[in-house]
Nanobody, 114 residues
Framework: QVQFVESGGGLVQPGGSLRLSCAASGSIFGLYNMGWYRQVPGKQREGVAY???????TYEDSVKGRFTISRDNAKRTVYLQMNSLKPEDTAVYYCNKNPPTIDWGQGTQVTVSS
């Protein structure tokens, strides 16, 4: 069982930036394909960015060019740098494997509002 602890969310104005972090347990973290996901109330959780064990990255269309996913295997941590934030990016953000397991963390709230 892998545990994920997300942090770094907060309230930011449109156009601002945030950097999310996700610390994962598990000694073989480097072998995991990882992803960042987000969920707003009443909607399904959606994937926004993915990074493979070989560091290949893919992004959902609405965040391409604004979000950057990265990882530090030595720290067992995956990051999401979010720039040019928009109100529609408001959500609770989670990390998990890709494809995700049932072991979701508590997530971190991101609110983009003036």
């Amino acid at each position: 069982q892998v545990q994920f602890v997300e942090s770094g969310g907060g309230l930011v104005q449109p156009g601002g930036s945030l950097r999310l972090s996700c610390a994962a347990s598990g000694s073989i973290f480097g072998l995991y394909n990882m992803g960042w996901y987000r969920q707003v109330p009443g909607k399904q959780r959606e994937g926004v960015a993915y990074i493979s064990s070989a560091y290949y990255t893919t992004y959902e269309d609405s965040v391409k060019g604004r979000f950057t996913i990265s990882r530090d295997n030595a720290k067992r941590t995956v990051y999401l740098q979010m720039n040019s934030l928009k109100p529609e990016d408001t959500a609770v953000y989670y990390c998990n494997k890709n494809p995700p397991t049932i072991d979701w963390g508590q997530g971190t709230q991101v609110t983009v509002s003036s």
